[in-house]
């Protein structure tokens, strides 16, 4: 209070008497530029903004060659798993008739083609002997491959670990409860909820449950003997839904549950679905590449077109990148489009046939997109066999789309560290490389690709298109080096609170008033020196620090050597009290000189003082 109390004294000093307040202005400012003068500089960190990749959109397909003539609409329906692909299929297709798709499940899209009341029929389940045996001359062709994931709703748990034994005890009904013994050891450290587990499945026939149900086949004998693999089957417990909506639907809004879609629906409706052990121990969550990967390392051997594909089957391939519950789905189509369809005309047996055609080859661009995988050239070219065996009246089909034949597209790459890793995406699928070549056998026509970032480089051409017209492409791809910059921190303990320090690295300082200093280099040897606070030793006061990939953080221990603290706890050194004490010097005589004449008598409104002269001291 004290020190208040003086303050306005004095300004009460300073009001009646301009001369001072000349000298405390002037002695105000001389201690400011005394501060100023002394105060050390900072220097602001250099924000780097991220270097980023463009991504361009996949365009517009469309069928090469020559169009068929426009012809009533074509229909077909089946699958609910290839909805999305075969939605966006007939939506951009622009070879001829316009096409018009029924997601009705596999169950009656096999039953629709057997009856003739479509064109084509989709299945992710083949036929069956008995079905066979109703609609002979009936031909299967592979279109698209995807997963199958478990999904649950289990409130507050993180993605769950899940084997196929496991899984299939769940649906028999022998493992009932998500605090199950079984479950914590797969998924140690999580907490499971002592809640009974609601089974749901698919009430309609699916395609879906076919291939949900053949992988609980080869992952449980008794429920290989009991129940079986069947796009319909008798579920021993559980909930039915219809369709994937309907299942997902049911299975996120009711507490848990657990149930089975296909991995496109998930993930394009957010839905949370768990981890499978494959037969290599690992256990993933499915992606397009873990998928392509399955049927790649599967390499089923295929029957021709009018053959028996029932078991026909790409599930628990042996990589260690393979999800396991991975499938090919399948279109269904009459061989002799004539006997089969009396009213055909042959301008919609060519649309059909091309519509088909495109599908396999420049419509396999729109696959990964929407999570399904890109038919490789080992079942395209069977799938293209097999078209071309259809016919009407007795004639092969002409088909007007781009030709069987496959060529190379290769990316050459300039400018990276021998040995280090890159790749190139094509409609989802990657292709990666330690060398300076990676190489993708590609049909005609127009595909998309971009390449991911490489950490410490930049690109020249990040994505693109390439434009496949009978010929291998090269392309040229430069990698540039492109500084990556990492963190160097110092952190302090022992100062007091609001003291300026500062270290210095190379030509730069940085100074805080708080209990840490950061600076941003790039990988390299850099020394640095703790600059000098009075009144503390510090330790360590100076060295080197190498950045080699990752961030450092280096402590600093200032220790006190007695010095007293000031105003903001910070330690004066000896200028500031000669500063503070030449002030006060100051500040003393002007008060004393005062005082002195206040006592002699001096008249408050003498010449002096400024004021007027009285009557009784005139001449």
Same mark, same amino acid.
């Given at each position: 209070m004290s020190r208040h109390v003086i303050h306005r004294g004095a300004a009460r000093q300073v009001q009646s008497h301009p001369k001072l /307040?000349?000298?405390? /202005?002037? =002695?105000?400012?001389?201690?400011?530029?005394?501060?100023?003068?002394? &105060? #050390? $500089?900072?220097? &602001?960190?250099?924000?780097?903004?991220?270097?980023?990749?463009?991504? =361009? #959109?996949?365009?517009?397909? *469309?069928?090469? @060659?020559?169009? #068929? !003539?426009?012809?009533? =609409?074509?229909? $077909? *329906? $089946? !699958?609910?798993?290839?909805?999305?692909?075969?939605?966006?299929?007939?939506?951009?297709?622009?070879? @001829?008739?316009?096409?018009?798709?029924?997601?009705?499940?596999? @169950?009656?899209?096999?039953?629709?083609?057997? &009856?003739?009341?479509?064109?084509?029929?989709?299945?992710?389940? #083949?036929?069956? *002997? &008995?079905?066979? *045996?109703?609609?002979? @001359?009936?031909?299967?062709?592979?279109?698209?491959? $995807?997963?199958? /994931?478990?999904i649950y709703n289990v409130p507050g748990a993180p993605i769950l670990n899940f084997t196929g034994a496991v899984l299939a005890g769940i649906y028999l009904g022998t493992i009932t409860n998500w605090n199950s013994s079984e479950l914590r050891a797969l998924n140690p450290g999580v907490h499971l909820p002592n809640a009974s587990i609601g089974v749901v499945y698919r009430s309609d026939g699916s395609g879906t449950t076919f291939i949900w149900t053949s992988y609980l086949s080869l992952e449980n004998a008794t429920w290989a003997s009991i129940v079986g693999k069947g796009t319909a089957v008798p579920f021993p417990i559980g909930t039915g839904e219809p369709k994937e909506a309907g299942l997902g639907s049911y299975v996120q809004s009711t507490p848990y549950t657990i149930g089975y879609i296909d991995l496109s629906y998930a993930l394009t409706a957010g839905i949370q679905f768990g981890r499978v052990q494959n037969p290599a121990g690992h256990f993933l969550l499915a992606t397009v590449n873990d998928t392509a990967s399955a049927l790649k390392d599967a390499n089923p051997t295929l029957p021709a077109g009018n053959g028996d594909w029932y078991n026909v089957s790409v599930l628990n391939a042996p990589g260690t990148d393979d999800y396991p519950i991975t499938s090919l789905t399948y279109v269904l189509v009459y061989a002799n489009l004539s006997a089969a369809y009396p009213s055909y005309t042959l301008g919609k047996a060519e649309n059909l046939a091309n519509f088909l055609w495109w599908m396999v080859t420049v419509g396999q661009n729109y696959s990964a997109p929407l999570y399904f995988v890109p038919l490789p050239q080992s079942i395209v070219l069977p799938d293209e066999a097999t078209i071309e065996t259809m016919t009407f009246n007795g004639s092969p089909i002409p088909i007007c789309g781009a030709t069987h034949e496959m060529y190379a597209v290769t990316f050459d790459e300039s400018g990276l560290a021998s040995g280090t890793n890159w790749s190139v995406t094509i409609s989802g699928v990657s292709e990666s490389s330690t060398t300076d070549r990676v190489t993708f056998q590609l049909p005609n026509g127009t595909v998309t690709y971009s390449i991911p970032p490489v950490r410490g480089y930049a690109v020249n051409h990040s994505s693109g298109s390439v434009d496949v017209q009978g010929t291998p492409r090269t392309l040229f791809v430069g990698f540039t080096v492109y500084p990556v910059y990492y963190t160097l921190a110092f952190s302090e303990t022992g100062l007091a609170s609001g003291t300026n320090w500062s270290v210095t690295i190379g030509t730069t300082t940085r100074n805080s008033t708080n209990s840490s200093i950061t600076f941003r280099e790039t990988n390299g040897t850099y020394s640095y020196q703790v600059g000098a606070v009075t009144g503390y030793t510090v330790s360590p006061s100076s060295g080197p620090l190498t950045l080699a990939g990752t961030p450092i953080q280096t402590g600093l221990v200032f220790t006190s050597t007695g010095g007293t603290s000031h105003g903001s706890n910070s330690v004066l050194s000896t200028t500031d009290y000669a500063i503070f004490a030449g002030i006060a010097i100051v500040v003393a005589i002007l008060l004393a000189v005062l005082l002195t004449r206040r006592k002699r008598g001096a008249p408050p409104n003498s010449q002096e003082d400024g004021g007027e002269s009285s009557p009784h001291n005139s001449p």
């Open positions: /307040v000349a000298t405390f /202005v002037t =002695t105000g400012v001389m201690c400011a530029l005394m501060f100023v003068g002394v &105060a #050390p $500089g900072f220097s &602001a960190p250099v924000s780097l903004a991220p270097f980023q990749h463009a991504q =361009t #959109p996949s365009p517009k397909a *469309a069928a090469s @060659g020559c169009s #068929p !003539s426009p012809t009533p =609409t074509l229909t $077909g *329906a $089946g !699958s609910t798993l290839v909805y999305p692909l075969m939605s966006q299929w007939v939506s951009v297709y622009a070879g @001829g008739a316009a096409v018009n798709y029924l997601s009705v499940g596999s @169950g009656a899209g096999i039953t629709d083609i057997i &009856a003739k009341t479509v064109d084509f029929g989709a299945t992710d389940a #083949p036929l069956n *002997a &008995a079905q066979r *045996a109703a609609a002979p @001359g009936l031909l299967t062709v592979p279109e698209s491959a $995807g997963g199958v /994931v478990p």
